[in-house]
């Protein structure tokens, strides 16, 4: 009985043990407070914005070239023998007029010849005017005349003309045409050892000295006019589009500063097919210019109404720009007209159109962005 009795009272004491600790373990809990549930905080992304506005724009081309002079004659001997100076020194940088003598050829030989050959023909037409007085007198005089006129030109007129057909054969038959070619062509040898300037201009080079014998077909110099230039460039195809004949130009040196102006004389209508580009003429003129010379080009377009401009960045490699609608990030394909290096003229986007003006990192269709209104000029 004693035993029985012992162990309820080892139950109790146990059961009375575990309700104290649960209810010590209840009131340390309760003391705890509970920690707020945290709340993530979306930030929300803020770009840059520049509303579109349509207006004119005018492309600025950028190209170079080699000047080459309008006016450029190689001087070449047609003749042999020594080299004689003109009237003023055949020395670079020398400057001649129109017809002044740039060099001679010594040629009395050919000279010699030709007053030989002038004697003769003279001798001849003064035979002929005797047989012609009898049969055709009126013309006889046209031939007297014809012979006086000689005597006052360096070289030989024209011969005159005459309507009557059995006259023509007579004076054939007689050979008067013949001994007129004849007197022509040594007239014509004789003015090859006299060298004259075709134009004014300016002798840029020389490979002969005074004394040196030359050749036929002997190159002796370079002489230019030296304030009209040619320059051929390449543009790409959209650039081609975008201007015309006759487009003021910008001519510069290397380091940017101008030295010229000109205009666009030419646009080719084919396309070169290595570099898919198309060749662009253009006359220019300063006094810096120089023949030979590497010059950059800045050629004003025509303009290109109702578009906007914006910097190349700003396209994707899709051809699509990040706009906002709503405050929300939405993509948009523009037209585009014309592209440069630094920026893109494009069309196709409606008046006030917030065009995102910055790279967006990660940007996707539909992020929910703010914006910050900006204005830059157009570039």
């Known amino acids: 009985m004693d035993h029985f009795i012992g162990i309820k009272k080892t139950i109790v004491a146990l059961v009375l043990l575990l309700l104290v600790g649960f209810g010590i373990k209840s009131f340390f809990e309760s003391l705890k407070k509970t920690p707020q549930k945290r709340t993530q905080k979306v930030t929300q992304q803020s770009v840059s914005v520049q509303r579109a506005t349509k207006k004119s724009h005018t492309p600025q081309i950028e190209s170079q070239g080699i000047l080459r002079a309008t006016q450029k004659w190689v001087i070449k001997s047609e003749v042999s023998g020594k080299i004689d100076w003109g009237y003023e020194r055949f020395d670079i940088g020398q400057k001649f007029k129109?017809?002044?003598?740039?060099?001679?050829?010594?040629?009395?030989?050919?000279s010699y010849e030709l007053e030989i050959q002038r004697s003769r023909f003279k001798t001849f037409?003064?035979?002929?005017?005797?047989?012609?007085?009898?049969?055709?007198?009126?013309?006889?005089?046209?031939?007297?005349?014809?012979?006086y006129s000689l005597e006052s030109h360096e070289n030989a007129p024209p011969l005159p003309t005459f309507s009557s057909k059995a006259l023509n054969r007579y004076l054939t038959s007689r050979q008067l045409y013949e001994e007129f070619y004849r007197l022509k062509q040594m007239e014509?040898?004789?003015n090859k050892y006299i060298i004259r300037a075709p134009f004014g201009g300016i002798l840029i080079s020389k490979f002969v000295e005074?004394?040196?014998?030359?050749?036929?077909?002997?190159?002796?110099?370079?002489?230019?006019?030296?304030?009209?230039?040619?320059?051929?460039?390449?543009?790409?195809?959209?650039?081609?589009?975008?201007?015309?004949?006759?487009?003021?130009?910008?001519?510069?040196?290397?380091?940017?500063?101008?030295?010229?102006?000109?205009?666009?004389?030419?646009?080719?209508?084919?396309?070169?097919?290595?570099?898919?580009?198309?060749?662009?003429g253009i006359e220019a003129t300063g006094s810096q210019l120089k023949d030979g010379l590497m010059v950059d080009v800045l050629i004003t377009g025509t303009p290109i109404l109702n578009t906007m401009i914006i910097p190349r960045y700003l396209l994707r490699d899709d051809g699509t720009i990040f706009v906002v609608k709503n405050d929300v990030l939405s993509i948009l394909t523009p037209k585009i007209v014309y592209v440069s290096d630094n920026s893109v003229i494009i069309t196709g986007i409606k008046q006030?159109?917030?065009?995102?003006?910055?790279?967006?990192?990660?940007?996707?269709?539909?992020l929910s962005v703010s914006t910050t209104e900006i204005t830059i000029p157009s570039l």
Do not use: W
Request: glycine share 10%; proline share 4%.
């Open 125 to 147: 037409i003064t035979q002929l005017i005797s047989e012609m007085t009898t049969d055709y007198p009126k013309q006889s005089q046209q031939i007297t005349q014809y012979l």
């Open 188 to 190: 014509e040898t004789a």
């Open 352 to 366: 006030g159109t917030k065009i995102v003006y910055q790279v967006v990192p990660n940007g996707v269709e539909g």
């Open 210 to 280: 005074l004394g040196d014998m030359v050749s036929p077909g002997q190159s002796m110099g370079t002489f230019i006019e030296p304030n009209k230039y040619d320059l051929d460039c390449f543009i790409t195809i959209s650039q081609a589009h975008a201007m015309s004949t006759g487009q003021p130009v910008k001519i510069m040196d290397r380091n940017r500063q101008q030295i010229g102006r000109g205009t666009v004389s030419f646009i080719s209508n084919g396309i070169d097919q290595s570099t898919q580009t198309v060749a662009v």
């Open 98 to 110: 129109k017809g002044d003598v740039l060099l001679s050829i010594n040629g009395k030989d050919a």
